[in-house]
């Protein structure tokens, strides 16, 4: 596609399509890599960003910093919609748990989203929602910054990032419940994502690494040394989700980076008048 103000980023499960947030304020984009065409999926003046597929890659979960009628404004509006976009925008209630919230990934079954939301108190948490029940459940909200969470493949495991130890790195943990955790990354690490089999996890470090670790989930959750496979190409860390992503068998990368160095950086300052009616 084009140069444009891409955002946010990732990949259908069938590696097809694309769904990505351009401009400012933004709006969601389905782009399909085989057909090089690019579909408008979101309209609405408020910004629509950090997309995330469900399972079956027939719906986008997204947040949006829409007004909506008789509620306060935030910035932390979850809706779901079809990807055919032939359906209208489903509103998910989310009250007040956090200035932001994330989605980051579906659970395989369909029944559970992961959300990292930013709080004034404990900084970045993860939450999950139900798709059953409607509800959030605090999963980590301690001092530290947890962020991204992603399930695994079979469900079992959840891979975040967490500043527990004062730097950023990628720990997996059991899930639902206890059952350990481990840190699997080393020297910090960030943004984790797996392989479609289970079998392998990527992360990427401050210094724009693109590192693989090889692990077993099948009985007990065990892991390898982290590999690094190369740098990424200044990578963007911008948006609220992830500024990569990997196709379902860990072969091929897909990237938002600059292509004009001397923009990077810029940017506009808008002046919002009246804003306090709008927290009203």
Not at 173 to 180: D, E
Not at 220 to 228: L, Q, S
Not at 248 to 262: K, M, N, Q, T, W
Request: with cysteine; charged share 25%.
């Amino acid at each position: 596609g084009e140069a444009r103000d891409h955002v946010d980023i990732t990949l259908t499960p069938d590696d097809k399509k694309v769904a990505v947030a351009i401009g400012d304020p933004a709006d969601i984009w389905i782009i399909d890599l085989e057909r090089d065409t690019s579909t408008r999926f979101t309209f609405d003046p408020g910004s629509d960003d950090a997309p995330c597929w469900s399972p079956d890659g027939k719906e986008l979960l997204f947040q949006s910093s829409r007004i909506i009628p008789g509620r306060r404004f935030t910035p932390a509006n979850l809706y779901r919609k079809a990807a055919s976009g032939l359906e209208q925008e489903v509103y998910l209630p989310t009250d007040d748990y956090g200035s932001s919230l994330y989605p980051m990934s579906w659970s395989p079954d369909g029944s559970t989203l992961g959300v990292s939301a930013l709080n004034a108190k404990t900084g970045a948490d993860i939450l999950f929602y139900s798709f059953e029940t409607g509800d959030f459940q605090v999963y980590l909200d301690t001092p530290a910054d947890e962020e991204t969470p992603r399930f695994s493949p079979d469900g079992r495991w959840l891979a975040y990032s967490s500043t527990e130890t004062g730097t950023k790195e990628v720990y997996v943990t059991a899930y639902p419940g206890s059952g350990g955790k481990w840190q699997v990354s080393n020297g910090g690490g960030e943004m984790p994502q797996w392989r479609a089999d289970g079998r392998e996890l990527f992360y990427t470090t401050k210094d724009e690494d693109m590192m693989a670790v090889s692990v077993e989930t099948e009985e007990v959750f065990r892991h390898g040394t982290p590999v690094k496979l190369f740098t990424a190409p200044s990578l963007l860390r911008i948006g609220s989700n992830f500024s990569w992503d990997v196709t379902s068998d860990g072969e091929r990368f897909i990237f938002l980076a600059p292509v004009d160095e001397g923009r990077v950086g810029a940017g506009e300052v808008t002046l919002v008048q009246g804003w306090r009616e709008l927290l009203e």
